[in-house]
């Protein structure tokens, strides 16, 4: 009885120093962003907020500095797109792959995991050649077209995962009822697999807004350029002079990735281990 | 038998081969209608590109010497492995880099994992708040870091000397020797989670009978870890060590975003380095060679890992 006492509470310190470790660098962003420059230029750090003000934020979302809303709004088309081409893509895809057992079936799986190392430096130069040579340079296109790489394979992968799981008599169930196999696709899998196809979806969306490297190289203009490059852009010209207002930038550009992430983790989490434990 | 074999071979290969292609296709075509659009899109958009970066390794091919493309043969290899003095402490940094932040990434996210793993309460929340450093964007990230870091009002400094371990300030990313601490520790802080949750799903599969077992007979905490739980792990770490190692070669942006590579070219890493060379001085064909090259290595520092570590898994 004692020792489980003890052990209860030590389980719980643990428990707490993990999530100082992981959520103080979080905490301390918000923290400052409510701080007057006075305040957050202090020699002795401080939590306290003593005159809490939301200049830095009305400085990110103002059209004095880096045009932020206009950003975010590429993003959120690219990624948008990007979100919409995975899903088709994992769905259709995964289910071959989770239920027709084709010769080279076994290749296709090889290339699919090969396929999610060859990544960013590896295949950049290439693109960046294509790029040009389409004059896709400077679109959202181009981005979408990238942002396959990061998301197809791995969508793919989990969404084959999540058709396994469901009974084989389905589809013979709609067999019998005299369905085609497209129909029985589109009518009786991809409803039962919505949770799943939904959070890939936003999954594609999360890898897409998180990209740096894609977007640096092929993106520097206005219309196409992501909130990432711009923020790095920012950081880069004025850095040190004006953090509270880059800051207040980043949680604008963190904030809809915790939202979407706290829907899809249960169901993200289940595709990525069943997967990582198939190896 | 044969005789009726011989008289039917001459009339009838071509009709026979194409009912059997018609009967193939009609078992298999859905199939492969199904894959085509994954195969066909990493193949022309991953696999492809992959062998144009070699293909261009070989050639002359600067956008800003105004010369176009010619055929260089091993010009640019033997120009980065013999003339260029960066390349060789790069390529060291490169594998500090991933050596370094796979360990830390392990060594955190094991106890993290057997903490997630207790019986407490809230437990989906705890383990879906873990995971919000692996969400967030790397620029971000970097630029937080950054803040923490820093030299005069940063949140670490403050720290540290709280505790008494640095009496002065130190510019931890402006620092020759305190740079690399710095990255690995918020590498290891961004990628810890990942691993984490793999463990954790590996922890599931150990049965508590077994721990339990072990409980009974006396063990302690510690040789139940080292002798149950950790070789029961094992192929999961392995795994997962794997993904961890190729990933983080393959990835730039986060020292890009903290440090740039800098300063000078003390935390250049091969990716980091390629960037610089193909789109600062636009030297595609010098930038193709470090992608080869970068290539070549990781698969040899695979092998070498499921070497060391493979061996052992049933």
Not at chain 1, 175 to 204: E, N
Not at chain 2, 19 to 45: D, H, N, Q, T
Not at chain 2, 157 to 180: F, P, Q
Request: glycine residues 8%; charged residues 10%.
């Amino acid at each position: 009885m004692k020792e489980s006492i003890v052990r209860k509470t030590s389980n719980y310190l643990w428990l707490a120093l993990l999530m100082v470790f992981t959520l103080l660098p979080f905490a301390w962003l918000i923290d400052t962003t409510l701080k007057p420059d006075s305040e957050m230029f202090s020699t002795v750090p401080t939590w306290i907020v003593s005159s809490l003000t939301w200049d830095n934020y009305r400085w990110a979302l103002g059209d004095t500095g880096l045009q932020l809303p206009r950003l975010l709004l590429n993003s959120i088309a690219a990624c948008g797109m990007t979100a919409l081409v995975t899903g088709v893509i994992a769905c259709i895809s995964g289910y071959g792959l989770a239920r027709y057992k084709v010769p080279g079936a076994g290749l296709v799986v090889v290339l699919i995991v090969l396929a999610q190392m060859i990544q960013g430096p590896l295949i950049m130069i290439p693109w960046y050649k294509m790029a040009a040579a389409f004059s896709l340079l400077n679109t959202k296109t181009i981005l979408v077209m990238i942002y396959g790489t990061l998301t197809i394979p791995v969508g793919v992968w989990i969404m084959s995962g999540f058709f396994r799981t469901l009974p084989n008599e389905l589809e013979e169930a709609a067999a019998i009822d005299g369905a085609g196999k497209w129909r029985t696709l589109l009518t009786v899998m991809i409803p039962l697999s919505l949770p799943g196809l939904v959070s890939i979806s936003l999954y594609a969306f999360i890898l897409g807004w998180n990209d740096y490297q894609y977007s640096l190289i092929l993106t520097s203009s206005i219309s196409a350029k992501t909130v990432q490059v711009g923020i790095a852009e920012l950081m880069e010209s004025m850095g040190s002079t004006n953090w509270g207002g880059l800051l207040a930038s980043g949680v604008i550009v963190i904030l809809p990735i915790v939202v979407i992430f706290a829907f899809i983790q249960k169901y993200l989490i289940e595709g990525m281990t069943a997967g990582g434990v198939k190896g | 038998m044969s005789d009726l074999l011989e008289l039917r071979r001459p009339s009838s290969p071509l009709i026979r081969r194409r009912g059997r292609a018609s009967a193939f296709l009609k078992e298999f075509g859905f199939g492969y209608v199904l894959l085509a659009p994954v195969v066909l899109y990493i193949v022309a958009f991953q696999f492809y590109p992959l062998a144009e970066t070699i293909r261009l390794s070989l050639f002359d091919y600067s956008l800003i010497s105004g010369r176009g493309m010619s055929f260089n043969g091993f010009g640019n290899y033997k120009e980065l492995l013999l003339n260029d003095s960066n390349f060789w402490s790069i390529f060291w940094n490169s594998l500090v880099w991933v050596l370094g932040s796979t360990v830390l990434q392990f060594a955190i996210a094991i106890p993290a994992a057997l903490v997630l793993f207790n019986k407490i309460r809230l437990r989906g929340l705890w383990r879906g708040l873990m995971m919000v450093p692996w969400v967030s964007p790397v620029v971000i990230i970097g630029i937080v870091w950054k803040w923490i870091y820093d030299g005069h009002y940063g949140l670490f400094n403050h720290y540290l000397k709280a505790l008494g371990i640095i009496s002065e300030n130190i510019v931890w990313l402006g620092d020759e020797k305190w740079v690399w601490p710095a990255l690995l520790l918020t590498s290891a802080w961004k990628g810890f989670p990942y691993i984490t949750l793999m463990m954790l799903s590996g922890l599931t599969g150990i049965s508590r009978e077994m721990i339990e077992a072990a409980h009974m007979d006396g063990a302690s905490a510690w040789q139940r870890f080292v002798r149950i739980t950790l070789p029961m792990l094992k192929p999961i770490m392995y795994a997962t060590g794997l993904v961890s190692i190729v990933s983080s070669w393959t990835k730039f942006e986060m020292i890009w975003a903290l440090t740039n590579g800098g300063p000078g070219y003390s935390t250049s890493i091969l990716p980091t380095y390629l960037y610089t060379n193909s789109f600062v001085y636009f030297d595609l064909g010098r930038g193709s060679a470090i992608a080869t090259l970068s290539m070549a290595i990781v698969l040899i520092l695979v092998g070498v890992y499921a070497r060391t570590f493979g061996r052992n898994l049933e």
